[in-house]
């Protein structure tokens, strides 16, 4: 079955620090793929997104490449602000028969970013 | 507010209660999604109802578990004869399908917390 891992935390950078979370997946068929946040308190929402290889998703500063020879979809940022702090989850959607794209997560990464 | 609402936010309950959550999604959404988070994990899927009708269960949902969505706008969780097993939050995500087929972005609620004692 499909599945996604990513690189375990906590992490814990210094401000304007570079960020890499790695994230990788094990798919049947072409997944879309997605990175969410969890900030304290807050409920999951959309970071970015990429529906198809090569394809890169960005908002906020962060980005990810969709590698299919890699099956990778590493986060990153070039300069992390204290207000990134948050739980990142990366994420798959493949379709599970009909019409159901029922997201498949991996474990989360916890970044704690002090100033 | 037009984002995805789910209630109660917590719920305490003994073990063998039974309990049941409510999660409205955004109103023209028609594809609505139930999952679950322990401490630690990422969500996992549990339910997934397109309109009214349930399409797909997760080996996750025993028989004590059970979903419904009536007129393909709210739709409730209910788990009967609670266990300890059980306590996790419950998140609702809500999408459009898309006129091209294909994924489109789930908004996510803010989630029910369960704790069985």
């Known amino acids: 079955g499909d599945s996604v891992t990513q690189m375990e935390g906590p992490v814990t950078l210094s401000e304007e620090a570079f960020l890499t979370i790695n994230c990788t997946y094990t798919?049947?068929?072409?997944?879309?793929l997605f990175w969410y946040v969890q900030y304290p308190g807050e409920g999951l929402q959309l970071l970015l997104k990429?529906?198809?290889?090569?394809d890169k998703g960005s908002n906020k500063g962060f980005e990810a490449t969709y590698r299919k020879e890699t099956t990778s979809f590493h986060l990153e940022k070039g300069s992390v602000q204290v207000s990134d702090s948050a739980v990142y989850f990366c994420?798959?959607?493949?379709?599970?028969?009909?019409?159901?794209?029922?997201?498949?997560f991996g474990k989360g990464t916890l970044l704690t970013v002090n100033p | 507010d037009t984002g995805v609402s789910q209630d109660p936010r917590h719920k305490i309950t003994k073990r063998g209660q039974n309990v049941t959550f409510r999660c409205d999604p955004i109103?023209?959404?028609?594809?609505l999604y139930w999952y679950r988070q322990t401490l630690g994990q990422g969500p996992e899927f549990l339910t997934y109802?397109?309109?009214?009708?349930?399409?797909?269960k997760s080996r996750l949902l025993s028989d004590r578990f059970s979903a419904e969505r009536p007129k393909g706008s709210f739709s409730t969780l209910e788990i009967q004869r609670t266990e300890q097993g059980d306590s996790a939050m419950y998140l609702c995500?809500?999408?459009?399908?898309?006129?091209?087929?294909?994924?489109?972005?789930?908004?996510f609620g803010p989630g029910t917390r369960l704790t069985v004692l």
């Open positions: 995500a809500s999408s459009l399908a898309l006129t091209s087929g294909g994924a489109n972005e789930q908004f």
């Open positions: 798919a049947t068929g072409y997944p879309s």
């Open positions: 990429a529906t198809k290889a090569d």
């Open positions: 994420a798959l959607s493949e379709r599970s028969g009909g019409s159901n794209y029922k997201l498949t």
């Open positions: 109103s023209e959404h028609n594809r």
């Open positions: 109802f397109q309109n009214e009708a349930q399409l797909e």
